[in-house]
Nanobody, 117 residues
Framework: QVQLVESGGGLVQVGGSLRLSCAAS????????MGWYRQAPGKQRELVAG???????NYADSVKGRFTISRDNANSTVYLQMNSLKPEDTAVYYC???????????WGQGTQVTVSS
């Protein structure tokens, strides 16, 4: 079993920055990729960014150039640095982990990010 705990969400002004953190515990050796999804009210859940244990990352087109995903040396914590935030970034952000970022097995509880306009 793997547990994922997010932190760092909150209210931020447009153009501001936030850093989300996700700490993984348990049988983390089963995890090959970790990342972040988000879901806004009335919209489909979408992949924001992912990173593999080898350090390869990918991003949604909507956040490229603004968001940066990173990990610690033990691959137990991932971060999402969010810069130049826009109102459309407002969503619940979920940490995710699995065999790859498209095959998610574990989910965090979610953290709210609200960008005021």
């Amino acid at each position: 079993q793997v547990q994922l705990v997010e932190s760092g969400g909150g209210l931020v002004q447009v153009g501001g920055s936030l850093r989300l953190s996700c700490a993984a515990s348990g049988t983390i050796f089963k995890i090959n990729a970790m990342g972040w999804y988000r879901q806004a009210p009335g919209k489909q859940r979408e992949l924001v960014a992912g990173i593999t244990t080898s350090g390869r990352s990918n991003y949604a087109d909507s956040v490229k150039g603004r968001f940066t995903i990173s990990r610690d040396n033990a691959n137990s914590t991932v971060y999402l640095q969010m810069n130049s935030l826009k109102p459309e970034d407002t969503a619940v952000y979920y940490c995710a982990a699995g065999f790859n970022i498209y095959s998610i097995r574990y989910w965090g509880q979610g953290t709210q990010v609200t960008v005021s306009s």
